[in-house]
């Protein structure tokens, strides 16, 4: 039980315990010549351990999950939740407090922030007429890596015929995003001549062609 304490007076013996572990305790009493010894067993308990780890940012559609630790515990989040397990979708401070059976307590907070990335747009879908010049795709610059779906690994592309394109691009905080652009084939309707046609001075003739024509 550690050093022993002696005390004369009414008021009761103290000892502060400095380890954890089970340890007999005894009080003796000394009332003039009578004597008597008083024993209990105590067990120290330590405090809970946790750590949600540093302060942290993440990319926008990420998601954290943090873990208090597995033990003999109780658990309060912040917003009262109460299981070992916390899953983080929105940026804010975070907190946990632990109670082990001894009613021992022990916290820690964190905080996180998402990051907003860069806006990646290809644009929307469009036509490839048939006979038209290569068409250029552009996902921007500044990012750190480029991945299309045709192997290439650059800013921007040329495409010379219709289909489906997309492209995967990383920054430099190594979020990552992807966005998707389709390419239809668009052929251009066959012309039909008309038979010559004899006109008199002051007739006209309407000439109607056949297929879906905007001009």
Known sequence: SGNKNFLKHKYSAKHIFTDTGSYTISLIIYVGEL????YKYIYVSSKPIVNLGNDTSLCSSSTLK?????????????????LQYYTITTPGSY?????????CKASDSISVNFIIPQPLNLGNDTVFCQGAKAFKLDAGAGYKSY???????SPSINITKPGLYYVTVI???????????????NTIAPVYLIPTTILCKGQSYLIDPVGDFIS
């Not at 004597?35 to 008083?38: G, K, L, N, P, S």
């Not at 991945?147 to 690994?153: A, D, E, H, I, Y």
């Open 171 to 185: 920054d430099s905080n190594a979020c990552k995003q992807s966005d998707t652009i389709n390419i239809k084939k």
């Open 35 to 38: 004597r008597d010894t008083v």
């Open 95 to 103: 907190s946990v407090e632990l109670t082990n059976v001894a009613g």
């Open 66 to 82: 943090l873990d208090a630790g597995f033990g003999d515990y109780t658990y309060m989040w912040q917003d009262s939740s109460v």
């Open 147 to 153: 991945f299309w779906n045709n192997g290439l690994k």
